[in-house]
């Protein structure tokens, strides 16, 4: 069983930029939720798949979007790229079903805008 | 507005004596808290949960207290270990189903001294 992966693991853009980071889901889990940290910081709820579709939101712009596909994994995509957009970004996946089920993470993408 | 705040950045202890990481809360909803591990490099690993129908769960050298009245909980660990040196996340989740979202605090850094 392999565990959730994230490529690429650093990336380097600058302002005004787009990116894609990528998101593969554990075996058998059908939801994947994206957190952003930023330095010194606790991770942040950006948004959650399930199933193919959005299922919750934080507070995070329009330009932060996802897809989930049918083989359950994901991508987060950032339009418009800002300084502080720089964080670490870990997704997470979980079988959504009766009580709690433990959120996996990805080892994360560390992204750098200048 | 940080809904779950872990108040000291960083703990250090010495190996076999107890380490006590606290955390409070100021969102009444929250009904689920779990407390994280992260070494560098890798993602949050899930080491305790609890209900806020209990007041303590144990899980080996693991022991996470619950006060709902004060909206504080506390992760003691018994014996520490050099190995326990790691970023602790505490989180709360609202709803128990994996498809809640989980807010994270700053987190504390524990070093476990030799």
């Known amino acids: 069983e392999t565990g959730v992966t994230q490529s690429p693991t650093h990336l380097i853009k600058t302002r005004g930029q787009q990116v894609t980071l990528r998101c593969s889901s554990q075996?058998?889990?059908?939801?994947v939720s994206w957190y952003q940290q930023a330095l010194g910081q606790g991770p942040q709820f950006i948004f959650q798949?399930?199933?193919?579709?959005?299922?919750g939101r934080g507070n995070f712009p329009p330009r932060f979007s996802g897809l989930q596909f049918p083989n359950y994994s994901s991508e987060l995509n950032v339009n418009a790229l800002e300084l502080d957009d720089s964080a670490l970004y870990l997704c997470?996946?979980?079988?959504?079903?009766?009580?709690?089920?433990?959120?996996?993470f990805g080892p994360g993408t560390r992204l750098t805008v200048l | 507005d940080q809904q779950v705040k872990q108040n000291s950045p960083s703990l250090s202890v010495q190996e076999g004596r107890i380490s006590i990481l606290n955390c409070d809360y100021t969102?009444?909803?929250?009904?689920?808290f779990l407390w994280y591990k992260k070494y560098p490099a890798e993602g949050p690993t899930f080491l305790i949960s609890?209900?806020?129908?209990?007041d303590k769960n144990e899980d080996g050298r693991f022991t996470v207290f619950l006060n709902k009245s004060a909206k504080h909980l506390s992760l003691h660990i018994v014996p520490s270990q050099p190995g326990d040196s790691a970023v602790y996340f505490c989180?709360?989740?609202?709803?128990?189903?994996?498809?809640?979202?989980?807010?994270f605090g700053e987190g504390t850094q524990l070093t476990v001294n030799p």
């Open positions: 997470a996946s979980s079988l959504q079903g009766m009580g709690w089920n433990e959120q996996f």
């Open positions: 075996s058998g889990h059908n939801t």
């Open positions: 798949y399930y199933r193919e579709e959005e299922n």
């Open positions: 969102n009444s909803m929250f009904d689920y």
């Open positions: 609890i209900s806020s129908i209990k």
């Open positions: 989180a709360a989740s609202a709803g128990e189903t994996s498809g809640s979202r989980l807010t």
